[in-house]
């Protein structure tokens, strides 16, 4: 008889090993468990509180700084029929810098790092993914844009006596609707951020898409080119965050409905490419 011991059959073994059941219980993850990845990740980097905290101090500084040397110089009857709200958009258009560059970041800084790939592994539906980036960002977005904006607009009735109060179409323009705006904006830098891959490169781009059509605009003084002139200074980002609070460049152009119509429509067109080469893409 051989001494050589013989190895079992498989199907031995597996009959003889003992049951293990794991103590986590096994669910089917869905977008909430997303959505809370993401509000974790989002909460935890030092690059947002340093991003939402230079934004809120330049929202509500810039608001305040503004009423202040208003109150200070203006005479009795200057600001009679003024619009009160309306001298809080230098700080927002100022802030939006700031959404836009952590809408670039929450995206783009994780193809980067390589976390991105940490990030599919845990969560292989990429379109989920993106969709709760883009919720948790917009709700951020939205909630500190709109604590900001009300703060800023209530130190303006409270500081510019001689302005006329504002209805109330214009307290919800001048708060809830360029929050909105705002948000939305930061939603298509999120989108240009997942379709650039590239952190510096998407930035650039939304710095430019909100500035080079009123510099553009600004240096064509040939009558052959006042019809793009004026379409320029219509659409361009300045001036539709100014609708909100009815200090426009033009007297023609989009109201302030419109320009969220408008928002709404670019940024799911950004996001409709961001999806489609999010699934065609290798991470």
Not at 28 to 57: C, N, Q, Y
């Amino acid at each position: 008889m051989s001494s050589v011991q013989q190895t079992p059959p498989p199907q031995v073994w597996q009959q003889a090993a003992p049951g293990y059941t794991s103590p986590i219980p096994v669910v089917r993850t869905h977008l909430g468990h997303a959505v809370a990845s993401e509000w974790t990740k989002i909460r935890s980097v030092r690059s947002t509180m340093w991003t939402l905290g230079v934004f809120v101090v330049m929202v509500v500084g810039i608001g305040l700084l503004t009423a202040v040397l208003i109150a200070a110089n203006a005479g009795p009857d200057d600001l009679q029929g003024d619009n009160p709200l309306s001298y809080g958009v230098f700080g927002v258009l100022l802030g939006s810098m700031c959404v836009i560059t952590l809408g670039v970041l929450t995206t783009a800084s994780e193809y980067g790092t390589g976390m991105i790939r940490t990030t599919m592994v845990a969560c292989p539906s990429r379109g989920r993914v993106l969709a709760a980036k883009a919720i948790v960002f917009f709700g951020v977005a939205f909630t500190f844009t709109f604590v900001a904006t009300l703060v800023v607009a209530l130190a303006d009735v409270a500081l510019l006596d001689g302005a006329r109060t504002p209805t109330t179409g214009e307290w919800v323009k001048g708060t809830f609707g360029v929050s909105l705006f705002i948000a939305l904006l930061g939603l298509l830098s999120l989108a240009v951020g997942s379709v650039v891959r590239h952190s510096a490169g998407a930035i650039t781009i939304m710095i430019g898409l909100v500035l080079a059509p009123l510099v553009l605009a600004l240096f064509m003084f040939t009558e052959s080119l006042s019809g793009l002139r004026d379409f320029l200074f219509e659409y361009s980002i300045p001036n539709l965050l100014s609708t909100f609070y009815a200090e426009t460049l033009t007297d023609s152009g989009p109201s302030a409905w419109d320009t969220l119509v408008i928002a709404l429509v670019v940024t799911g067109g950004a996001f409709g490419l961001g999806f489609a080469l999010l699934e065609k893409r290798d991470v």
